[in-house]
């Protein structure tokens, strides 16, 4: 089975902060995602990752950026962190999509910013 | 860009029962995929159908699509309360590896 592991489960900094989410997949996908899940919004892309090195900004990049030094490796960080951005971050991988696979998900960041 | 929209946003039913959850969406896409949320943890993905697809089954769920009406439904059979978590549906654009996912069905199946 595919896993993907996001290094916590619940994170708590403060304002202003650089804050790294760091998500690792053990299945060896090109693709790489974050998303944040937020209540009656649902998930919003962030960032995604075709390959090593290589970032596409999703719907909201705003205040974030990635990084992708190795294939099974996608961290988010935030810049200088901000009260709105406490939020439920998911990372995900998948196969490329001429294969039509689905997306696999770790179990998430619940980030809070104080 | 919101693309899936589940309906309803809840559904409380009795073990045993069905439930019925539609998904609705507004530009062509190459497939349309179901995903399981369970409280506080990840996405789980459920199924997957192609555009070229009407219908699919996968054990006690059953997805249909009608893409003339830009719409998919997804039906668990003989709920569980273990089946209680959120249903979100997801779409993806042909060439993309991306999707767009709705903001879910939250279904409370009580013993």
């Known amino acids: 089975d595919v896993k993907v592991t996001q290094s916590s489960r619940y994170l708590v900094k403060r304002t202003g902060e650089k804050v790294f989410l760091e998500c690792v997949q053990d299945?060896?996908?090109?693709?790489m995602f974050w998303y944040r899940q937020d209540p009656g919004l649902g998930l919003r892309l962030i960032y995604f990752?075709?390959?090593?090195?290589?970032?596409e900004k999703g719907d909201i990049p705003e205040g974030y950026s990635v990084s992708r030094e190795k294939k099974e490796r996608f961290s988010l960080i935030l810049e200088s962190a901000s009260t709105n951005q406490t939020s439920m971050y998911l990372c995900?991988?998948?196969?490329?999509?001429?294969?039509?696979?689905?997306?696999?998900f770790g179990d998430g960041t619940r980030l809070s910013i104080l | 860009s919101q693309q899936g929209e589940e309906d309803p946003q809840a559904l409380s039913i009795q073990e045993g029962e069905n439930a019925t959850m539609n998904c609705s969406y507004k530009?062509?896409?190459?497939?349309l995929q179901w995903y399981r949320q369970n409280s506080g943890r990840g996405l789980v993905h459920l199924i997957l159908?192609?555009?070229?697809?009407r219908e699919k089954h996968s054990g006690r769920l059953r997805v249909t699509l009608d893409t003339s009406k830009k719409s998919s439904s997804l039906l668990i059979t003989a709920s569980r309360a273990a089946d209680t978590a959120s249903y979100f549906c997801?779409?993806?654009?042909?060439?993309?590896?991306?999707?767009?996912f709705g903001k879910g069905t939250m279904l409370l199946v009580s013993p």
């Open positions: 159908i192609r555009s070229n697809e």
């Open positions: 299945m060896d996908h090109e693709n």
């Open positions: 995900a991988s998948s196969l490329p999509a001429g294969d039509e696979q689905p997306q696999h």
């Open positions: 530009t062509s896409i190459n497939n």
């Open positions: 997801a779409t993806a654009l042909s060439g993309y590896s991306t999707l767009t």
């Open positions: 990752s075709y390959d090593v090195k290589m970032k």
